[in-house]
């Protein structure tokens, strides 16, 4: 039987990872993997998370089952995390998930279970793995534009015109913030403008954070997704603590169905739980515990949300480090977008031409599309990198 299977496409940054394994050159830069680094390229376990994870050797009794939607009090956390308060706890289902990932394809999921034939606009470029996974699963994708490769900076208009074509029973994937791969964010009037179309539409908003705390904040980062959430009826929120915790190989995430009724709440919960129940039955416990300890503990709060501050502020100084040594190279102010970018990704509007001659010349790893990982570099390799991008003409 298995002999009908077909080879399927490698995963190109996996396969970008495993090149520069192998490349024998002392000074190579890796910016292609999406995790942060921190100056000695290392990805270091936050204090906070350390300190919990002690605590709960000290005090686990038992590595029991949870429940179907994993622990409330982390349910309770997040959806507090991510949507302080723009909309009732009672308006919001929940449940936790292997990852970012997988709450993306359990909201995927969701969607298809409520209408099969619903489409999902997508913008153009995301996350590859969305359309990965939508394309998986048969559903049909819709993009909309999203980056403008002159300005580097987000083509409103082209999005707004795009999403002109939704329909009752489409859905529009939004980038909660520091989207991916672009690092180009709306604005808070954009963000109403896509509320207000919405609403017009009669379409349902998705929204996939994975980066809350990585670009201008906490607070920040969540007052798009908290518009959203508590302006239109009902939407789907994918949030991913890899990043913003630092614990990427826990697989921690939470699905939300956020419903303006509150008397849907209980059919949406029962839906997120045979979903989780479908696909893994219980989700993963370890680490959404440690974000739950964290987010209940005044101090370790407190310590997490200052390291937090310091990964986001070194980010940006980075940011701020390339843009005036490329300035100084090619005198010019057309890469002054990458200090206005936010998160962890910028694209650089490199072609693949180029981006080849950066890895053959200087050694240095990016995606195809010249999306760069910020946290890959530090103040000494900022010059090697600015000096590849104005040699190969970009």
Same mark, same amino acid.
Request: glycine share 8%; charged share 25%.
């Given at each position: 039987?298995?002999?009908?299977l077909?080879?399927?496409?490698?995963?190109?940054i996996?396969?970008l990872?495993?090149?520069?394994?192998?490349?024998p050159?002392?000074?190579?830069i890796?910016?292609?993997?999406?995790?942060?680094?921190?100056?000695?390229?290392?990805?270091?376990?936050?204090?906070?998370?350390?300190?919990?994870?002690?605590?709960?050797?000290?005090?686990?009794?038992?590595?029991?089952?949870?429940?179907?939607a994993?622990?409330?009090?982390?349910?309770?956390?997040?959806?507090?995390?991510?949507?302080?308060?723009?909309?009732?706890r009672?308006?919001?289902?929940?449940?936790?998930?292997?990852?970012?990932?997988?709450?993306?394809?359990?909201?995927?999921?969701?969607?298809?279970?409520?209408?099969?034939?619903?489409?999902?606009?997508?913008?153009?470029?995301?996350?590859p793995?969305?359309?990965?996974?939508?394309?998986?699963?048969?559903?049909?994708?819709?993009?909309?534009?999203?980056?403008?490769?002159?300005?580097?900076?987000?083509?409103?208009?082209g999005?707004?015109?795009d999403?002109?074509?939704?329909?009752?029973?489409?859905?529009?994937?939004?980038?909660?913030?520091?989207?991916?791969?672009?690092?180009?964010?709306?604005?808070?009037?954009?963000?109403?403008?896509?509320?207000?179309?919405?609403?017009?539409?009669?379409?349902?908003p998705?929204?996939?954070?994975?980066?809350?705390?990585?670009?201008?904040?906490?607070?920040?980062?969540?007052?798009?997704?908290?518009?959203?959430?508590?302006?239109?009826?009902?939407?789907l929120?994918?949030?991913?603590?890899?990043?913003?915790? %630092?614990?990427?190989?826990?697989r921690? %995430?939470?699905l939300?169905?956020v419903?303006?009724d509150?008397?849907?709440?209980?059919?949406?919960?029962?839906?997120?739980?045979?979903?989780?129940?479908?696909?893994?039955?219980f989700?993963?416990?370890?680490?959404?515990?440690?974000?739950?300890?964290?987010?209940?503990?005044?101090?370790?709060r407190?310590?997490?949300?200052?390291?937090?501050?310091?990964?986001?502020?070194?980010?940006?100084?980075?940011?701020?480090?390339?843009?005036?040594?490329?300035?100084?190279?090619?005198?010019?102010?057309?890469?002054?977008?990458?200090?206005?970018?936010?998160?962890?990704?910028?694209?650089?509007?490199?072609?693949?031409?180029?981006?080849?001659?950066?890895?053959?010349?200087?050694?240095?790893y990016?995606?195809?599309?010249?999306?760069?990982?910020?946290?890959?570099?530090?103040?000494?390799?900022?010059?090697?990198?600015?000096?590849?991008?104005?040699?190969?003409?970009?």
């Amino acid at each position: 039987m298995f002999e009908t299977l077909k080879e399927q496409p490698a995963d190109k940054i996996l396969m970008l990872m495993q090149a520069y394994r192998e490349d024998p050159r002392e000074q190579k830069i890796d910016l292609g993997v999406g995790v942060y680094k921190d100056a000695s390229g290392n990805t270091p376990i936050m204090r906070a998370i350390k300190t919990a994870e002690k605590q709960l050797w000290e005090t686990e009794t038992t590595k029991a089952y949870t429940g179907l939607a994993g622990d409330p009090g982390f349910s309770d956390a997040m959806v507090k995390l991510v949507l302080g308060d723009s909309v009732a706890r009672e308006q919001v289902a929940a449940a936790a998930t292997p990852g970012g990932t997988g709450a993306v394809r359990q909201g995927f999921d969701m969607i298809r279970m409520a209408n099969p034939k619903a489409r999902v606009f997508v913008s153009d470029p995301t996350w590859p793995n969305h359309l990965s996974i939508l394309k998986h699963m048969q559903i049909e994708t819709v993009a909309y534009r999203y980056f403008d490769d002159e300005t580097r900076g987000v083509d409103f208009a082209g999005m707004i015109a795009d999403l002109q074509h939704v329909l009752p029973g489409d859905v529009v994937l939004l980038h909660g913030c520091c989207h991916n791969p672009t690092g180009a964010n709306l604005t808070m009037p954009q963000w109403k403008a896509v509320v207000d179309l919405l609403l017009e539409k009669g379409a349902t908003p998705m929204i996939d954070i994975a980066y809350q705390g990585f670009g201008d904040g906490l607070e920040a980062d969540a007052e798009g997704v908290r518009m959203v959430a508590s302006s239109v009826p009902e939407c789907l929120i994918a949030a991913s603590c890899s990043k913003n915790f %630092g614990i990427y190989r826990e697989r921690t %995430g939470l699905l939300m169905a956020v419903c303006n009724d509150p008397a849907r709440q209980k059919l949406h919960q029962g839906t997120l739980n045979y979903l989780n129940r479908q696909n893994f039955s219980f989700p993963p416990d370890h680490g959404a515990r440690l974000v739950m300890m964290v987010l209940q503990d005044e101090a370790l709060r407190a310590d997490w949300a200052l390291e937090l501050e310091e990964v986001r502020n070194t980010m940006l100084g980075l940011r701020d480090q390339l843009a005036t040594e490329l300035q100084r190279l090619s005198g010019s102010d057309r890469f002054s977008f990458i200090a206005q970018h936010r998160g962890m990704f910028s694209r650089l509007g490199a072609t693949p031409e180029q981006v080849t001659r950066m890895r053959e010349d200087h050694a240095i790893y990016m995606v195809g599309d010249s999306r760069i990982n910020i946290a890959g570099l530090n103040k000494d390799s900022v010059p090697i990198l600015a000096k590849a991008i104005v040699d190969a003409g970009v």
